[in-house]
């Protein structure tokens, strides 16, 4: 979504999209581009969605992994909030809620941040986080040492440590929280391990474990 080399989708990509998720009956998290954006072309876009989909959107996302081109929270947060303003104005869409800042993971704390700059009063439908508890796919070269690092019970360890970095600032707000990308391993997935069972056990364990930790999803 943050790719400069990507084209920005029109309108007829919109609909296709929205057609999709109505007939799946799912709700969309649509990402607005934010690195190198067009706060006017984003603004339109938003109006275009709100007035026509409403009922297949879950929120906005401004910006994919914003620590990839903003290296620090404040310059993001600064103008994460003015896409923001000018899309809410009560020329343009005043009722739309956002998501974010669905940062990669190591940069959970920006979670937090988020959740503490904005509390329960703001425009937040939900804080989002990434994550992939595996690393780097690239690095998994050892099928069995990677599928038995998922399965491992040691995982859960990891899933604590993370969580803490983020999710107690988001439930002192009052806000509810989903890992709105995941998977075993980044990158594609690990051959021969999140191409496997092995990763629908992981899986399923995955989603235990966060669901008993109050994620929305």
Request: net charge negative.
């Amino acid at each position: 979504a943050d790719r400069p080399t990507v084209a920005v989708p029109d309108e007829a990509d919109v609909d296709n999209l929205f057609a999709f998720a109505n007939a799946a009956g799912v709700k969309v998290i649509y990402t607005l581009r934010l690195n190198e954006g067009n706060r006017d072309a984003t603004t339109r876009m938003a109006n275009y969605i709100m007035r026509h989909y409403t009922n297949e959107l879950a929120c906005f996302a401004i910006g994919n992994e914003p620590n990839v081109f903003s290296k620090n929270f404040a310059p993001y947060l600064a103008e994460w909030k003015q896409y923001a303003a000018q899309i809410t104005a009560p020329t343009n869409s005043p009722n739309a809620k956002f998501c974010g800042p669905s940062t990669s993971p190591g940069h959970e704390t920006w979670a937090a941040d988020f959740a503490n700059e904005f509390g329960g009063h703001g425009p937040l439908a939900f804080v989002a986080q990434h994550d992939y508890p595996g690393g780097d796919a690239r690095r998994a070269t050892n099928a069995v040492a990677a599928r038995d690092k998922i399965l491992s019970p040691a995982i859960d360890k990891h899933y604590a440590a993370f969580s803490a970095n983020f999710v107690p600032a988001i439930r002192s707000n009052g806000l509810p929280y989903r890992l709105e990308e995941a998977n075993s391993f980044y990158d594609g997935g690990a051959f021969d391990a999140s191409d496997t069972f092995a990763s629908a056990l992981w899986a399923l364990d995955y989603q235990w474990w966060w669901a008993e930790h109050d994620a929305s999803g």
